[in-house]
């Protein structure tokens, strides 16, 4: 029911889809609807972000929990690409619904949001490790540097929800490890 759900508001918005909409889309009864989410439509949109954030991790992976050498990082720019590409409808379906929340029920945007920094931690594990290891400066933030490279990313993917291309996926995600081999040490830079 939730992965049905998260198909009918990925393409027509929170706001366009009512719970009406989701029994048509499901086959489900009102009462079997009230049954597994009693808090209504709110309830059910914060079971299709974490879906979505699990669709997103997953897809990520394995390079997402071994984000400690330029290889993963590698890995990790491709399997983002691929698995953006391969949808349906273009751009971050988390960052769509903390976009379209925030004006309307900012306690469920803050819990959404929490998805992404989900997202984020591991991209911050990541370089924590590579500092540790000696593959970025010592003198690196790697709480700073996720954040830039989060942001990179999901301005890419405002942008190839937009031009419905994932060209500025790629951009955006060329540029963020292009950030990152700047904070190697000055024989990596020069390795490329």
């Known amino acids: 029911m939730v992965a049905a759900a998260a198909d009918l508001v990925l393409a027509r918005g929170v706001g366009g889809t009512s719970l009406d909409d989701v ?3 499901t086959l489900t009864s009102k009462s079997q609807l009230f049954h597994y989410f009693p808090g209504g439509k709110t309830e059910l949109v914060l079971a299709i972000a974490e879906l979505q954030l699990e669709r997103v ?3 990520q992976r ?6 400690d050498t330029w290889a993963a990082w590698d890995g990790w720019r491709d399997a983002l690409l691929d698995h953006y590409s391969s949808q349906p409808h273009w751009g971050c379906p ?3 619904l903390v976009s379209e929340l925030t004006g309307t029920d ?12 989900r997202w984020m931690d591991h991209l911050r594990a ?3 490790r590579m500092r540790d290891s000696g593959l970025l400066r010592a003198d690196t933030d790697p709480d700073r540097l996720a954040l830039a490279v989060f942001a990179t990313v999901q301005g890419g993917l ?6 419905r291309s994932p060209e500025p996926l790629s951009a955006a995600l060329d540029a963020a490890l292009t950030v990152l081999h700047a904070a190697a040490p000055g024989d990596e830079l020069a390795r490329g």
Do not use: C
């Not at 959404?112 to 920094?117: I, P, S, Y």
């Not at 405002?158 to 031009?163: C, E, G, K, Q, W």
């Open 57 to 59: 991790l997953q897809a």
């Open 62 to 67: 394995p390079y997402l929990d071994t984000l």
């Open 23 to 25: 029994r048509a889309g």
């Open 106 to 117: 900012p306690v469920a945007a803050a819990e959404v949001v929490g998805h992404m920094n």
């Open 158 to 163: 405002l942008l190839t929800h937009a031009a």
């Open 126 to 128: 990541g370089l924590r």
């Open 94 to 96: 988390i960052g769509t």
